[in-house]
């Protein structure tokens, strides 16, 4: 296991275009985070799972964005006809949760450009 | 609502100098802080975390609940110390991370 990993690394898409991105944690972590980051800002939280269960959701994010996590394994972070504000960096970081100390490992992120 | 303040985009020091980053919370309940920092080209890491009070590459950060603040410090400066630094507000709370400070440090 060589730790988060996010695909794909950079996007770059039409306004309108409809956008996936995928994150697989480590495996033995049960919560696992999306977050959006913009220059000279740090991560904005967007929402997290406990196991397949997504049990926050940020008011930022909008009804454009949905995210899944079948089976508790792997996540995707859907975005429905993207505006150029959406551009930014897309982070995902797991945790074991609260009895570990819920420290964050965070994958690379995806980069998306939305022209 | 929950907030992180890290006052300093950008702090600039010599090698061999004292470091303070500085960190304030707001929350109404007991906090759980952390200390993420970014090397170039590499992603977001736990530095340290103040439960478990540990210093982490010369690295300590004290929480201080009457002046909302957990500043990270470390006594001299390494070049090798030179990244983007964030202060997170975590726990059972839903993760708010402060904007970052960058710190360079000069030889």
């Known amino acids: 296991d060589t730790g988060v990993s996010q695909n794909p690394r950079h996007k770059i898409t039409k306004r309108g275009q409809n956008v996936t991105f995928r994150c697989d944690p480590i495996s033995e972590h049960n919560r696992l985070y999306w977050y959006r980051q913009t220059l000279g800002q740090g991560p904005e939280f967007l929402t997290y799972f406990q196991n397949e269960a997504q049990l926050e959701k940020s008011r930022l994010l909008s009804d454009r964005f949905s995210a899944e996590r079948p089976k508790g394994s792997f996540s995707t972070l859907e975005i429905q006809r993207t505006e150029q504000g959406d551009s930014a960096m897309y982070l995902c970081a797991s945790s074991f949760g609260l009895d570990r100390g819920n420290e964050q490992y965070f994958g690379p992120g995806t980069r998306l450009t939305v022209t | 609502a929950q907030r992180v303040t890290q006052p300093e985009k950008l702090l600039s020091v010599f090698k061999g100098a004292p470091v303070e980053l500085k960190c304030n919370y707001s929350?109404?309940?007991?906090?759980?802080l952390f200390w993420y920092v970014q090397y170039s080209r590499q992603r977001l890491q736990l530095l340290l975390r103040?439960?478990s009070r540990e210093s982490i590459k010369g690295f300590t950060a004290d929480l201080n609940k009457g002046e909302t603040s957990f500043h990270l410090k470390k006594p001299f400066a390494q070049e090798e110390d030179s990244a983007m630094y964030y202060c997170?507000?975590?726990?059972?709370?839903?993760?708010?991370f402060g904007r970052g400070t960058s710190l360079i440090v000069h030889p």
């Open positions: 997170a507000l975590g726990g059972s709370y839903i993760p708010t």
């Open positions: 103040h439960i």
């Open positions: 929350y109404s309940g007991s906090p759980e």
